[in-house]
């Protein structure tokens, strides 16, 4: 592994720290926040889950969560396995932090040392009282004045809370501030430097004071707007369902009208069932002249009748059988080299003497 500490793959590793990224991103900062890691000594891997989606974020669907949770926690065993730690910290962001609490409460072989949190959309209700002893308290959880994220996450959807914004306020946990810092801003190099550094090696530094959020998130914050959000959807879905009941076509035309889309007929079509005009009725183009086709849909056949021609010629000629193609009346007449010539009725007109 490239810029790792040349004992890792000895298993002499001293202090692993695992880093787990959040929402909708490939996690560009685990480069930058490893490389100033393994500068001072540690050993950084990565434990990702894949590009979660924020629409996937926002369903509060348990399985959907539970892929991203399983996933990091078997990568978390992979590299004690591989490296074999004496020690192993996280530093998770957003959405990994949410799926290293659940690791935290959920895993009894898992034993970390130092845990930090950046931009965390993790419940203030979490019970440290089972599983602070899962980890070396203190815990900590790094927080931006103007981080509004795990507001809006906890405000329109269920699972998540605002402890990236207003703290855990936990006898365990480190609620540490960080004057004008945005949700991505904890993943720099300098950042990591300053605070991760320390930290994970126990050292005390300090953040910056707390500060009031803008009055509109303070109101987002206490609105029930995963409800009206809720409401909202069941009454569009239900809507919608009684739009297409109203207005669809019976059962048994959807389905024919599929057959008739995909052109796949249930059974064969039926021949024409040509029949014979009685002898000596002829034919003349309506407005002419008239093309004849070598079949129904066909190519043309190379002849055509002329305006003012009758077809036959004489009322002993050839006989014109009629039948009805798919809604079409047609005309057809023997042709000289044995087959017929079709026409459309509606091009011609009876031909009275």
Known sequence: MTGANPDAEAGGVEHLVVL?????????????????LEKAGFVAVPAGYGIYGVVRFLIPLGFL????????????????????????????HSFGTYVVASIIAETFDI???????CGSVVRNDFPFQENHHRFKPLLYNEIGTRDYWPIIASAVTWGYGSVGADGF???????????????????TKEFCE????????????????PSS??????????????????????????????????????????????IEWVKLPLKPPKAPEWRAL????????????????SEI?????????????????????????????????????????GGFAYIQKSRLKPYAD
């Not at 960080?178 to 993943?187: A, I, L």
């Not at 009685?278 to 086709?293: C, Q």
């Open 297 to 337: 849909d066909g190519a043309p056949l190379g002849w055509e009748i002329e305006r003012g021609k009758v077809m036959p010629s004489s009322p002993a000629g050839e006989q014109w059988e009629e039948a009805k193609v798919k809604g079409v009346e047609w005309l057809r007449i023997p042709t000289p080299n």
């Open 111 to 117: 034993e970390l040392n130092r845990v930090i949190f």
């Open 194 to 209: 300053k605070f991760y550094i320390p930290s994970l090696r126990g050292e005390a530094v300090a953040g910056d004071d």
């Open 20 to 36: 787990v990224h959040g929402i909708n991103t490939n996690a560009q900062w685990f480069p930058l926040v490893r490389q100033s």
């Open 65 to 92: 969560r539970r892929a991203a949770i399983n996933r990091v926690s078997e990568k978390i065993r992979l590299a004690r396995n591989y490296y074999k730690p004496k020690l192993i910290s996280v530093i998770a």
């Open 213 to 258: 959020f803008p009055f509109w998130v303070q109101l987002l914050s206490r609105l029930p707007i995963r409800w009206f959000l809720a409401v909202l959807i069941i009454a569009g879905w239900v809507l919608a369902t009684a739009f297409v009941i109203e207005n669809a076509p019976p059962p048994g035309k959807l389905v024919t009208d599929f």
């Open 169 to 187: 306020q936990s006898p365990v946990v480190n609620d540490r501030w960080h004057k004008d810092f945005r949700h991505s801003d904890f993943m």
């Open 278 to 293: 009685p002898a000596g009725t002829r034919y003349t183009p309506l407005d002419g002249p008239v093309m004849a086709l």
